[in-house]
Structure formats: structure tokens, C-alpha cells
């Protein structure tokens, strides 16, 4: 009888190291609630000064969030210039950057969705943009550089069960900066947007 009172208290033992071992990320999973955020910044980045031929304006970064309407966006899955609204409670005019809810980043068990991440072209507008050749509504873009580095370092995150760095890089790693229509068309034909 004694050994099987032992040979249960090791199977517990046992079972208990392994389920905390389990645990490297918080129960197993993203907190809904969490956001991602893009900042927008005149600096830092290849910011322009406006196409005086063409007499487009070059948004500040407090109008880019006060006039954006959607992303425009090449999908992971192909589409190319897939429209995501922006609506007025993604927009924070006091930090000039707007906000992709929950929902857009994880699912509903607590998983990374990598849609939004992994976008190239990500630009935003401030009216629809209805084919790949007009570029007129667009306000400001997200270097795909800095969409490809922005990935990396978030699944390297998650990955890893760091969650508390994953939602750091949320807050700081995808920033966009203005840019004018005919400046956005320039960037793309040098392959440099």
C-alpha cells in the first residue's frame, strides 16, 4: 500500500512540473482588450515636404488622424488594396495615432492573428481607393520595411511566451508618416515604399 501512496505523490509531483512548465505564456493566451497601435510622426523617418507641382497637401500628423478613413492595404492572402475602416473611436487625437482593436490582432482563443502584421502597401486615406493606379486619397503609409521588422519582432515575441514584450512592441513598433499622393506614387515606382 505504501508504495502505491508513493508512486501516486511521484505521478503528482510529476504532473504538476509539467503543467507548469505549460505555462510560459499567461494562460496560454493574448489578453482581447489589448491594441495595436500606429503612431504618426513627421520624424524619424523618411518624412516629405509636399510635391509643389501637383499643389497636394501634406497632412500634419494631427490632420492624418483626424481625416483617416481607412487603411488601404495588399493582404497576406493577395488582395490587393483590401479597405479596413477607421472609425472615430480607433482614432486618438491627444497621442496622433490610431488604434486596431483586439479583435483585428487576436482571436478569439488568445492567438496571434498575424493579418493585419504581415500587410504590405499599408497606407492610410482619408477617402476609398478604388484601384491600384490612384494614389489621390492617401495621406500617410507605413514603410513595408518597417511592417516586415515590426512582424519579426512580435512573433519573435510570442513565440517566446513574452507577452508582456509583445504588447510593448503594440504600442511602439508600426509608425506611419504623411506623405502626399504623387510623393507615395514616387516611393513606389523607386520600389521604395
Given at each position: 500500500m505504501k508504495t502505491i501512496y508513493r508512486l501516486l505523490a511521484v505521478v503528482a509531483v510529476v504532473m504538476a512540473v509539467a503543467a507548469c512548465n505549460g505555462k510560459d505564456k499567461p494562460n496560454g493566451r493574448l489578453e482581447q482588450g489589448a491594441m495595436i497601435y500606429v503612431n504618426i510622426k513627421e520624424k524619424g523617418l523618411k518624412a516629405m515636404e509636399g510635391d509643389?507641382?501637383?499643389?497636394?497637401?501634406?497632412?500634419?500628423?494631427?490632420?492624418?488622424?483626424?481625416?483617416?478613413?481607412?487603411?488601404?492595404?495588399?493582404?497576406?492572402?493577395?488582395?490587393?488594396?483590401?479597405?479596413?475602416?477607421?472609425?472615430?473611436?480607433?482614432?486618438?487625437?491627444?497621442?496622433?495615432?490610431?488604434?486596431?482593436?483586439?479583435?483585428?490582432?487576436?482571436?478569439?482563443?488568445?492567438e496571434l492573428v498575424e493579418y493585419f502584421m504581415k500587410c504590405k502597401n499599408v497606407r492610410i486615406c482619408n477617402g476609398k481607393y478604388p484601384d491600384k493606379d490612384n494614389h489621390r486619397n492617401i495621406i500617410a503609409y507605413i514603410p513595408n520595411k518597417v511592417m516586415q521588422e515590426g512582424w519579426i519582432k512580435i512573433k519573435k515575441a510570442y513565440d517566446a511566451g513574452n507577452y508582456d514584450e509583445v504588447y510593448r512592441l503594440f504600442q511602439e513598433v508600426y509608425t506611419a508618416i504623411p506623405i502626399t499622393p504623387s510623393e507615395y506614387q514616387k516611393l513606389r515606382d523607386k520600389g521604395e515604399n
Open positions: 509643389t507641382n501637383t499643389e497636394e497637401k501634406l497632412y500634419t500628423p494631427e490632420e492624418v488622424v483626424k481625416e483617416a478613413l481607412n487603411f488601404c492595404l495588399d493582404t497576406p492572402e493577395g488582395v490587393i488594396n483590401g479597405l479596413n475602416g477607421i472609425s472615430d473611436e480607433m482614432k486618438d487625437f491627444e497621442n496622433n495615432r490610431i488604434k486596431m482593436w483586439g479583435e483585428q490582432i487576436i482571436d478569439r482563443d488568445g
